[in-house]
């Protein structure tokens, strides 16, 4: 039998762009435009696309660089992975300011006219960097992930709790959001397209198999190894790649990342267990290796069928958010429904 543990994330290739409500054009004065957009509550207007952009979370970063914007980038923070190696070269020459979370102090010594952020919880109402009204009153202009405000409500903890299973067109909307401020539009439209089609080409490539009534988990992280870990909710992005490929999600919480014990999991006995795999450190669960140690030797994992069978995927950390991976993060997973059928002929 193939062992699902040597696959690996595959989505560090082409990105992506979004659709949904295009922002609006106005004529202002004589020959001048100015573009209107509502994000997250925040109304935006730029008589000119941004020069200058300080980027807090790995997604815009790459979204940004996806539409041939790095030249207007002057610093990054929050990375959970390694930049895809398309982007090495122009990321090389940016100024990383921080791994994790920058101080205000840090984002706004770069003189930036654009702050874009991944979560709310890093740039919003009780930002961790900084609230979006103390950037706007210095007259530095934001813009968040729209997947954050579209069917979630982040004001219950850090992640939230959705409303409505996640879809790739809140992925859409903002890419196509951004390549609106840049004014790059065709350029959104080219990778719309893209991404459309490998999500369609997934699917397709497990749709044999989606009578087979499998299950699974995603395993994001733990504050400690042998801790209630934190394991996709019900509607969050694993959610999504699931339910695109027929796949029964064993976790019914709508948290985006809930924290379930062990031995729920191991009650609902999955067919395959999806462990992330980043090069952030924060928590010891973090390193996929020490994942996979504690899954073979913890008295309760250990009897799982999915641990038994050596059905374990593991899938680049930044697709399982809302991000230009997380159509890679359906891929991987197609790959791995096929392989575990083709198998077990």
Request: glycine letters at 8%; one cysteine or more; hydrophobic letters at 40%.
């Amino acid at each position: 039998m193939t062992s699902f543990s040597t696959l690996r994330s595959v989505g560090r290739a082409t990105l992506f762009a979004g659709l949904l409500s295009i922002p609006t054009w106005v004529q202002a004065e004589s020959t001048a435009k100015t573009i209107l957009l509502e994000n997250c509550g925040q109304q935006l207007a730029l008589s000119e696309p941004p020069q200058r952009v300080v980027t807090v979370g790995q997604a815009t970063t790459e979204m940004l660089y996806s539409l041939g914007l790095g030249d207007r980038v002057v610093g990054t923070s929050n990375w959970f992975t390694d930049v895809a190696p398309e982007f090495e070269k122009i990321d090389s020459g940016i100024e990383r300011i921080a791994e994790n979370f920058p101080s205000f102090e840090g984002v706004m010594a770069r003189k930036p006219d654009l702050v874009t952020a991944d979560f709310l919880f890093t740039v919003g109402p009780n930002g961790v960097v900084g609230k979006r009204e103390q950037f706007h009153k210095l007259g530095v202009n934001t813009y968040v992930l729209a997947s954050q405000c579209i069917d979630q409500d982040t004001s219950k903890g850090i992640d939230g709790v959705r409303t409505a299973l996640f879809s790739l067109d809140s992925l859409y909307r903002s890419i196509r959001d951004i390549a609106s401020l840049f004014r790059v539009e065709p350029r959104g439209e080219a990778l719309i397209e893209s991404i459309r089609q490998r999500e369609a080409m997934a699917i397709a490539s497990a749709e044999p198999y989606r009578q087979q009534g499998l299950s699974g988990v995603v395993w994001y992280s733990s504050a400690a190894l042998g801790v209630d870990p934190w394991v996709g909710g019900s509607k969050g992005v694993p959610a999504w790649m699931m339910a695109s490929l027929g796949v029964e999600n064993v976790i019914d919480s709508d948290e985006v990342w809930p924290m379930v014990g062990w031995e729920s999991i191991a009650k609902a006995n999955p067919d395959f267990i999806v462990i992330a795999k980043m090069d952030r450190r924060r928590f010891e669960a973090d390193d996929y290796k020490k994942k996979l140690k504690f899954l073979r030797t913890d008295p309760v994992t250990r009897e799982m069928d999915a641990v038994k069978n050596d059905h374990i995927i593991v899938m680049d950390a930044h697709a399982m958010e809302v991000t230009l991976r997380s159509v890679a993060g359906l891929e991987v997973l197609s790959k791995a429904i096929v392989e575990l059928n083709s198998a077990e002929r």
